[in-house]
């Protein structure tokens, strides 16, 4: 079946810009999680859905960042006035259930100049 | 202290060894491990799961789990060139099924 999708692939903006990547998890799974990558790192937890809300978001950085997942199904990481210091591979991963293993889609690189 | 700590490499082993990855966690109440594989450029790729001690065999793949000494091991027998790739420790956070701590990951390079 399809796996976890993440679009765009890749994202170059500018300082001080709005951005928003999008996650579409594995069908059925209820469970959804962003992931932020830094070159040489592990992925970094950043919030976790269960369903519509989110059930953990202490992984944020700063108030600049945002994710909403209105359906319970598709998710939107939006980050507001971009930094440089916010250029990673944000990765999204979901899972049948929190207790279950997860799986991680592409990835998006953004790069903020 | 890091929450989950892996020797950075590379490991660099011959085409037909065996590969052995290491991986050591803080939290003792961590209950779930992962290995994940991650090709450059890539995202990474679940390749193994182990919830209880001892060991859990796929295909060439083992991993080995010892919670007394905080430690999780993955094996790769037949090591083939496709396998050069970062491999990545995963663990839960304590009771947090879902929160997961990774390693910076083993670089391996198998050398046909």
């Known amino acids: 079946g399809a796996g976890v999708s993440q679009t765009p692939s890749n994202k170059v903006t500018e300082k001080g810009k709005y951005v928003e990547l999008r996650c579409d998890p594995i069908?059925?799974?209820?469970?959804l999680y962003w992931y932020r990558q830094s070159l040489g790192q592990g992925p970094e937890f950043l919030i976790y859905?269960?369903?519509?809300?989110?059930?953990?978001d202490s992984g944020l950085p700063n108030d600049r960042f945002f994710a909403v997942r209105p359906e319970g199904s598709v998710s939107t990481l939006k980050i507001q006035r971009t930094e440089r210091g916010d250029s990673a591979v944000y990765l999204c991963a979901s899972s049948l259930t929190a207790r279950d293993e997860q799986y991680f889609g592409p990835g998006t690189r953004l790069t903020v100049t | 202290q890091k929450e989950v700590e892996q020797n950075s490499g590379p490991l660099s082993v011959p085409e037909g060894a065996i590969a052995s990855l290491n991986c050591t966690y803080s939290?003792?109440?961590?209950?779930?491990f992962f290995w994940y594989r991650q090709y450059s450029g890539k995202s990474p790729e679940l390749i193994m799961f182990i919830y209880s001690n001892g060991d859990k065999e796929d295909g060439r793949f083992t991993a080995q789990l010892n919670k007394a000494s905080q430690y999780v091991s993955l094996l790769i027998r037949d090591s083939q060139p496709s396998d050069s790739a970062t491999y990545l420790c995963a663990v839960n956070m304590g009771s947090n099924d879902y929160k997961l701590s990774f390693g910076a990951g083993t670089t391996v390079t198998v050398r046909a």
């Open positions: 069908s059925g799974h209820t469970a």
């Open positions: 939290d003792r109440g961590s209950q779930s």
């Open positions: 859905f269960q369903g519509t809300g989110a059930a953990d």
